[in-house]
T-cell receptor, first 113, second 114 residues
């Protein structure tokens, strides 16, 4: 299995609080991604990174920000969590963008009350 | 951007039968089509992928076919086994509209019954 860990694995928080999810990789892959998974929607890209300090938006980026200060870490922040952000969040990595496999982490289940 | 539709949303087969999952995509410039399997409580794992210059690819009991003219691709699993039970996602890499990212289908819950 690709060396990807996500923390925390489970989190319950209240509306309006900030939340940060962490993705850590040991593969030294250049590209990192954050997805959310919801019933009926599959996996939707939130943000991705193509290098240290280089990030871009995905299709559902509103309400989320990211940061990547080191190759191995990609942080996803919900500035002020809302109930609509209750979801399972997956981090993924890839050596190249496009015609290459993305390896997924184990996921973080976030519940916003 | 790319739009991917996946059918059926649920599929139940008897052990030993074949299973077929179909996806259509909208971006005619899409050139990479992976399939992922997700077991309960885990992240998705790639099981097979195909590039736009190939019409079919096989790996043991799994095969993927691509019809670029019709813009659809399918996953075929033969001789299904209970361990094939999982959620399967198709995806497409679009190039137009700021693409170069994977767009996923909504998933198919496959259940293989004994």
């Amino acid at each position: 299995d690709a060396g990807i860990t996500q923390s925390p694995r489970h989190k319950v928080t209240e509306t309006g609080t900030p939340v940060t999810l962490r993705c850590h990789q040991t593969e030294n892959h250049r590209y990192m991604y954050w997805y959310r998974q919801d019933p009926g929607h599959g996996l939707r890209l939130i943000h991705y990174s193509y290098g240290v300090k280089d990030t871009d938006k995905g299709e559902v980026s509103d309400g989320y920000s990211v940061s990547r200060s080191k190759t191995e870490d990609f942080l996803l922040t919900l500035e002020s969590a809302t109930s609509s952000q209750t979801s399972v969040y997956f981090c993924a990595i890839s050596e190249f963008m496009g015609l290459r496999e993305q390896f997924f982490g184990p996921g973080t289940r976030l519940t916003v009350l | 951007g790319e739009n991917v539709e996946q059918h059926p949303s649920t599929l139940s087969v008897q052990e030993g039968d074949s299973a077929v999952i179909k996806c259509t995509y909208s971006d005619s410039a899409s050139n990479y089509f992976p399939w992922y399997k997700q077991e309960l409580g885990k992240g998705p794992q790639l099981i097979i992928d195909i590039r736009s210059n190939v019409g079919e690819k096989k790996d043991q009991r799994i095969a993927v076919t691509l019809n670029k003219t019709a813009k659809h691709f399918s996953l075929h699993i033969t001789e299904t086994q209970p361990e094939d039970s999982a959620v399967y996602f198709c995806a497409a890499r679009g190039l137009t509209g700021g693409g170069n990212k994977l767009t996923f289908g909504t998933g198919t819950q496959l259940k293989v019954e004994l």
